[in-house]
């Protein structure tokens, strides 16, 4: 089984904080993603990443950056948090497209994260 | 760009029976991907069905079903037989045609089931 694995569960940061959230997935994927998850909102897409060292925006960039050094490891980056950046966040991962019925997102437990 | 509705921000259906989610959509391309995805409380989203536009056959897997209507741009899901295992929050997805840069999920805001013992 596909499994992608988030650092923490919870986590509780200060305004203006460093705040770093790792997501590891052990199926040799090609894609990952970064989504938020709000109420009402549903699931608003971050950032995503094709391949090592390769990032695209996603709806919703603003605040955020990301790291691919590793193929397996995926790291959302918020520079310096504020308060409207808690929420819950969920991480994918995903074959490339084409891969025959395989190439859907497969996701961690999430992070919900609060920022004081 | 892309976007999924759904109306029903909440659901309950009384077990063992059946209840219909909705999903509409709105996009210009002719070939896609649909996707209904389950998160139950506290745990993590799964894949439930899955939807390719160019079949007309409508997808299914054990209890759950999908009502496909491409023309009408709506995508249902249909629950059978509730068990209280049901209760989740439940996420229509889309996805662009197979093609670089088209792997990312345009998401519904979800609908909660709930299902009464």
């Known amino acids: 089984d596909v499994k992608v694995t988030q650092s923490s569960r919870y986590l509780v940061k200060r305004t203006g904080e460093k705040v770093f959230l790792e997501c590891v997935q052990d199926?040799?994927?090609?894609?990952m993603f970064w989504y938020r998850q709000d109420p009402g909102l549903g699931l608003r897409l971050i950032y995503f990443?094709?391949?090592?060292?390769?990032?695209e925006k996603g709806d919703i960039p603003e605040g955020y950056s990301v790291s691919r050094e590793k193929k397996e490891r995926f790291s959302l980056i918020l520079e310096s948090a504020s308060t409207n950046q808690t929420s819950m966040y969920l991480c994918a991962s995903s074959p490339p497209a084409g891969s025959g019925g395989t190439d859907t997102q497969y996701f961690g437990p999430g992070t919900r994260l609060t920022v004081l | 760009a892309q976007t999924v509705t759904q109306s029903q921000p909440e659901m309950s259906v009384q077990e063992a029976e059946t209840v219909t989610l909705s999903c509409t959509y709105d996009?210009?391309?002719?070939?896609?991907?649909l996707f209904w995805y389950k998160q139950p409380p506290s745990r993590q989203m799964i894949l439930v069905i899955r939807?390719?536009?160019?079949?007309?056959q409508n997808a299914t897997e054990n209890r759950f079903s999908v009502n496909f209507q491409k023309a009408a741009k709506s995508f249902s899901l249909k629950i059978s037989d509730s068990q209280l295992g049901d209760a989740a929050m439940y996420f229509c997805?889309?996805?662009?045609?197979?093609?670089?840069?088209?792997?990312?999920?345009?998401f519904g805001t979800g609908t909660r089931l709930t299902i009464i013992p």
């Open positions: 939807q390719e536009a160019y079949k007309q």
């Open positions: 997805a889309y996805r662009s045609p197979e093609g670089f840069g088209n792997e990312k999920l345009t």
């Open positions: 199926m040799d994927h090609e894609n």
């Open positions: 996009t210009s391309e002719s070939d896609y991907y």
């Open positions: 990443s094709y391949d090592v060292k390769m990032k």
